[in-house]
């Protein structure tokens, strides 16, 4: 059983950058592909972010964010971090992080994630 906690969301304004973290538990930490989500109200959950085991730690991002956010991993803390720049109005979302013990390559469905955190809130107002 993994178990994640988010942290770091809050409220920021336009421009401004935030750095989400993603605690977990369990000691194959090192060996999940662990992702990034958000989900606006009355939209459905949006990967964002995932970065693997494989080779140098390969990592894979959405279209919609590229070049904006970078998501970066500590296996000695079990923790994977997102790093959010130039934030924009349409950023606000609850923001989940989530553990594919599988392991792979490039996951990005919702569906191919098995451990989820709760959430946390990120708001982007003027």
């Known amino acids: 059983q993994v178990q994640l906690v988010e942290s770091g969301g809050g409220l920021v304004q336009p421009g401004d950058s935030l750095q989400l973290s993603c605690a977990a538990t369990?000691?194959?930490?090192?060996?999940?592909?662990m992702g990034w989500f958000r989900q606006a109200p009355g939209k459905e959950r949006e990967f964002l972010a995932g970065?693997?085991?494989?080779?140098?730690?390969?990592?894979y991002y959405a279209d919609s964010i590229y070049g904006r956010f970078v998501i970066f991993r500590d296996n000695d803390k079990n923790t994977v971090y997102l790093y959010m720049d130039k934030l924009k109005l349409a950023d606000t979302a609850t923001y989940y992080c989530a553990a594919d013990e599988s392991g792979g390559s490039q996951t990005r469905n919702v569906g191919d994630y098995k451990y989820w955190g709760q959430g946390t809130q990120v708001t982007v107002s003027s």
């Open positions: 369990g000691r194959s930490f090192s060996t999940y592909t």
């Open positions: 970065i693997n085991t494989w080779g140098k730690r390969s990592t």
